[in-house]
Structure formats: structure tokens, C-alpha cells
């Protein structure tokens, strides 16, 4: 149709929300359509689309398929400086103030925040979530604690699921019945018919509270029903499949079991793991889910990079990854969980280096202290692991 559209002039193809595709099947057929508009000989159409950095650091596909330089140099992220891609940065604080001034608690909320808090507000659905709060009734004390998203979307939860009326458990069966729907069909919509499955009392307060939504266009017939934002979906994943992560041994299950649906799933593996690393220290239970992950071979690359990636974003302190190094210690083999764990933690320290995070420095981490532990471990493979890591530092200086 492209190739046969009148007129000469440069056109545009504009494909919002890649990630919101979780299917395999019509993420295939968006592949194929974007790359015959590539392929077009002499082509005067670009295509754009928009895309979270979690599923084109996941989506080697769209990588290569918009492989080339970066068009402006000033929006673009070192992480895909393969990529031609513009990269919508987090919220500055002249504009969080231009949207938060008219609202006196959200202004004076972000202007008290503690860091935490301020910098998950420069996402702006998350800066939209603690405005609902707000607007909800629910005090700027009570929000002022929150140090992540699963934390904020904890608040939402209890706000808009569980509520004071006695209703929490018709409402998280209904939520649950549409999220196992939805994953079943491999679509972030269910028909409206799904109300002869669910409490519809639990259906109309879902709706009233804009947890769910009804798809008004003309191409559904109004007859579907969605979350009112994926990351939503991803939150109630996350709580009602994954358990908060509190599980190990039955989500890995649930995993093995479901593996084509790990790349839908994914974002809400992630949210399962910062909740259960926030639950607290020794982090016993993020550790035990990491390794039960590690040891699952058998389950696709995303679902073992998940649990590294996270230990790579939020450990601060060398007393978190204590329970890493003691497992390190107890056997020394290259094939224990223990040390793929550690593997797949290099490769994705790697990928923040590469996003600009330094090894050296007061906002370092505890990376070059863990390679420094490993060391002195009896065993080899830790260290050999690490070896990248030092090499990496060893160069910069």
C-alpha cells in the first residue's frame, strides 16, 4: 500500500507502543511489515516508533532492524549508541514543576521528596500515579517513604484493589481471572464477555476506579477491556501470578511451564524482584528466587537475566550480595547457580557501563568490592568471572 501511495513527499509511519504488543505472532507481523517499509528501494517513508528501554534492551530484533547512529546526538542513550533512536529522557524539575505547580500537594510533595522518591517521579506515569494518590485522599506523608515502583504501585494497589469496603478479595479475583485471560490469549485485552466469568460488582469497581478501562474505538466495537496502562498489567502480574516473588519454587514452575509467555511476562518478573529485594535485608528471599532462576537452564535467556539485571540496578552495599559471595564460597564450580548467577550479574554491569555507569567513584557501587571478596575466596571460578570487570577498571585508569 506504502509503495503505491501518490505523491512524492517524505512520509512517516508512526507505531506507538511496540511493547504493548506481547504476542509472538503480532510481534512477527510488525517486524515484517517495518522491514518491508525499510526495504523499499528508494523509499521516501521513515518509520518511527516508541518503545520502552526494557523491551529494546530485550528485543534484539528491533535492534538490528534499526541498527545505525543515533540522528541527534543530545536525545540519545550510550546504552543503544548502535541504534538510531531518540531518547525521551526523564522529567527535569522545571517541567515536573510546570505540570505539578497547579496542584499545591503534588508541588510540595516533589519538593520535599528524598532523593528515592524524587527520582522515581521523573518517570512520568509514575509522577502521574502519585498524583492519583494525592488526589485520592491519601496523605503526602504516607507517600513520602516510596523508594521504588513497585512500592508506589503497592499504594495504587491498596488505594484501588484492596480499599476499605470489604471488597479487596472480589476485586483481586476478578483482576486475577482477567490477567490469566489475557496471558492465555498472549493480548493485554479480554472481551467484555469475561463479566460472565467475574463478580460484576468487582468488574463496575475496576472500571469506576480506572484500574480497567473499556476500549471505546471503532476498531473494537467498544467490546474489550484493557488496563487503563500496561504497566498496570504488568503490577497485577506480578502480584497475582508471581506471588511478589514470595514463591521461588512456584514461579519457576509457573515459568517452565509457560516459557513462550516469559517475554510478555517479563516486565512483571522484574517488578516480582525489586518487591521481594525491598522486603529486606539479608535480601534471603530476592536470593532465593535469583538462584531457583539460575538453576532453571531449561527457561529462556530474559527470564535468567531478570534477577541479575535487578542486583545490578538497586545493591548499594556490599552486605547485599554477602549471601552471593557465601554461596560462591560453599562450592566452586563454573555450572553452580551461584555462578551463573554471577555471570549473567557481569554481563549486566556491562550493559550499565555501557549506559554510563562507572566502576570507580563515590556512586560506584559495590562492584569492585565484591571483586575484591571473590579474590580472597579458595576457589578460582568467582574471580575468573569477575575478570572482565577488572580488566574494564584496570583500562580506565
Known amino acids: 500500500m506504502l509503495a503505491n501511495w501518490p505523491g512524492s513527499k517524505p512520509g512517516i509511519v508512526i507505531i506507538d507502543a511496540l511493547d504493548a504488543a506481547r504476542k509472538l505472532e503480532t510481534q512477527a507481523v510488525l517486524r515484517e511489515i517495518v522491514g518491508e517499509i525499510l526495504a523499499l528501494p528508494n523509499s521516501r517513508w521513515t518509520v518511527v516508533a516508541s518503545v520502552r528501554e526494557y523491551d529494546i534492551r530485550q528485543g534484539t530484533n528491533w535492534r538490528s532492524m534499526f541498527r545505525g547512529s543515533p540522528p541527534i546526538p543530545a536525545y540519545a542513550s550510550r546504552e543503544f549508541s548502535a541504534v538510531r533512536h531518540v531518547y525521551v529522557d526523564a522529567l527535569t524539575d522545571s517541567e515536573i514543576k510546570q505540570i505539578a505547580t497547579p496542584f499545591g500537594a503534588l508541588h510540595a510533595l516533589f519538593n520535599g521528596a528524598p532523593p528515592k522518591l524524587r527520582e522515581l517521579l521523573r518517570n512520568i506515569f509514575n509522577l ?37 469496603e470489604g471488597r479487596r478479595d472480589h476485586r483481586e479475583m476478578a ?97 516480582a524482584l525489586i518487591d521481594v529485594w525491598n522486603a529486606g535485608s539479608p535480601r534471603t ?73 562507572s566502576l570507580v567513584g563515590p556512586e560506584a557501587g559495590p562492584w569492585l568490592e565484591l571483586a575484591s571478596r571473590l579474590a580472597d575466596l579458595p576457589g578460582k571460578s568467582p574471580i575468573r568471572i569477575c575478570r572482565p570487570i577488572i580488566a574494564r577498571v584496570t583500562d580506565s585508569l
Open 175 to 271: 483482576l486475577e481471572t482477567i490477567v490469566k485471560k489475557m496471558t492465555a490469549a498472549q493480548s493485554l485485552q479480554v472481551p467484555r464477555s469475561i463479566r460472565n466469568d467475574v463478580d460484576p460488582d468487582a468488574l463496575r469497581d475496576l472500571e469506576q476506579n480506572d484500574v480497567l478501562r473499556s476500549d471505546d474505538s471503532e476498531a473494537s466495537g467498544g467490546d474489550v477491556l484493557l488496563f487503563s496502562h500496561h504497566v498496570l498489567f504488568d503490577y497485577a502480574a506480578a502480584r497475582l501470578l508471581f506471588l511478589r516473588g514470595r514463591n521461588a519454587d512456584a514461579l519457576v514452575k509457573l515459568l517452565k511451564e509457560q516459557q513462550p509467555l516469559t517475554i510478555m511476562l517479563g516486565p512483571s518478573l522484574t517488578l
Open 128 to 164: 502521574h500515579l502519585l498524583a492519583e494518590l494525592l488526589n485520592d485522599g491519601t496523605t503526602s506523608e504516607a507517600l513520602a517513604g516510596i523508594r521504588s515502583q513497585p512500592e508506589l504501585l503497592d499504594s495504587y494497589w491498596q488505594r484501588r484493589i484492596v480499599g476499605n
Open 285 to 357: 528471599g530476592f536470593w532465593k528466587l535469583g538462584f531457583a532462576l539460575s538453576a532453571a537452564t531449561d527457561l529462556p535467556g530474559v527470564a535468567q537475566l531478570a534477577a541479575p539485571m535487578v542486583v545490578a540496578e538497586v545493591a548499594n552495599d556490599i552486605n547485599d550480595l554477602e549471601p552471593l559471595i557465601a554461596a560462591l564460597d560453599a562450592e566452586d564450580s563454573p555450572k553452580t547457580p551461584a555462578a551463573r548467577f554471577l555471570e549473567k550479574l557481569v554481563g549486566a554491569l556491562f550493559v550499565r557501563i555501557n549506559g554510563g555507569m
